[in-house]
């Protein structure tokens, strides 16, 4: 290879989208909130100096790609593209073909990487033809043999995730091979759940991005938050919170957030005072603030711009993330609840 040869960055993104019948109340919103995702790609994908091209598919019991591996500076709106029909749910096949389809992408120049996110509201029920009626599950085997095959054969530079509506989905997607860090559960019940999805995939993919800064190709821990960033990013973007403003507490044990803190002398519960330490997953209302510490000066920084450093540029709504893991820095999150439960060996934080 020539010394003076530029080795860019080529991210091919392909989000795959439930459009069967139970998605019809969310179809106005879902068109809205891909827009926004699409525009945070590209904000992120022009910051970084990455190309990202993007694909689009839908499924109900026939799977569509609506655009194929296109730059994302120059993909239109979603209106017109998608629309919900009356069909099952061909989720294996839908996930299948879009692997398959990004598998023909030559890669001999660049550093490409591959990002797969599937958004469903349902259950598998019509791959290989369609059980809607005679309720037959005999065909669907096979199905689940290509599926599991296809993503434990995947390149380390592949990251395949997906959203699912509920924990018994989410157990059926690891039985098809998505990664546990890889799944995340949505509200399909509501119009603001189809807004807080795609605000969670739209936060993943700005991490994913971030992540190729840092040489991570793919991962098996997509929706996870803070582990892509360094402590001289937080000090140059961030501000810090003076020593004698915030106190860290040890929680030793399960407990109520409220007698929590009043059992300790010299503070007492003020509602918003409080900041958790994420852990395991959890949902972060757009009004919460959060503040990143240093674990090994406990010194904490906040500031408008700590949700975008965490979450993404412009990143709106609610967002369903979970702690990264990073050896230099911890997540904390505001809470407004007085009897929010408290994880054993996790830390609270409270602003004086």
């Known amino acids: 290879m020539s010394a003076n040869k530029i080795q860019h960055k080529v991210n091919h993104v392909a989000l ?24 945070g790609l590209k904000a992120e994908s022009d910051s970084l100096g990455h190309e990202t091209r993007i694909s689009l598919y839908s499924f109900d019991h026939k799977v569509e790609n609506l655009v194929w591996d296109m730059d994302v500076k120059h993909l239109p709106s979603m209106r017109g593209l998608y629309r919900v029909n009356n069909g099952a749910t061909a989720l294996i096949e839908a996930s299948l073909k ?30 290989g033809g369609d059980r ?13 043999d290509k599926i599991a095959a296809k993503m434990s054969g995947l390149a380390g530079h592949w990251t395949s995730a997906i959203l699912v509506p509920n924990s018994l989905a989410k157990r059926t997607a690891q039985n098809y091979g998505f990664p546990a860090g890889n799944i995340a559960i949505w509200d399909a019940d509501s119009q603001k759940g189809v807004e807080e999805a795609i605000g969670t ?13 840092q040489g991570v190709r793919g ?43 009043n059992s300790h002398p010299g503070v007492t519960y003020e509602r918003g005072s409080c900041y958790y330490q994420l852990g395991a997953r959890a949902q972060v209302q757009q009004n919460k603030e959060v503040i990143v510490v240093e674990k090994d000066t406990d010194r904490a920084y906040t500031g408008d711009a700590a949700r975008s450093l965490l979450f993404g ?16 820095l911890e997540v904390y999150v505001q809470s407004r609840s007085v009897n929010r439960k408290l994880k054993p060996d996790t830390r609270l934080l409270i602003v004086l």
Not at 201 to 207: K, L
């Open 201 to 213: 995939v739209r936060a993943a993919a700005t991490s994913f991005l971030r992540g190729r800064e």
């Open 16 to 39: 795959v989208v439930d459009c069967s019948g139970s998605m019809r109340p969310h179809q106005s919103q879902l068109i809205r909130v891909v827009d926004e995702f699409v525009a």
């Open 313 to 328: 540029t412009d990143v709106q709504g609610t967002v369903s993330v979970k702690a990264g893991n990073n050896p230099k």
């Open 219 to 261: 991962t098996k821990n997509l929706f996870a938050v803070g582990q892509d960033i360094s402590v001289a990013e937080v000090r140059a973007n961030l501000e810090p919170i003076a020593a004698d403003k915030y106190r860290l507490l040890k929680v030793d044990k399960e407990v109520e957030i409220r007698p929590f803190v």
């Open 98 to 127: 879009s692997l398959d389809d990004l598998g023909h992408i030559w890669e001999e120049y660049g550093e490409h990487s591959f990002l797969q996110i599937v958004v469903t509201d349902g259950e598998e029920n019509a791959s």
């Open 132 to 144: 809607r009626h005679d309720g037959d599950m005999a065909i669907l085997g096979p199905w689940l």
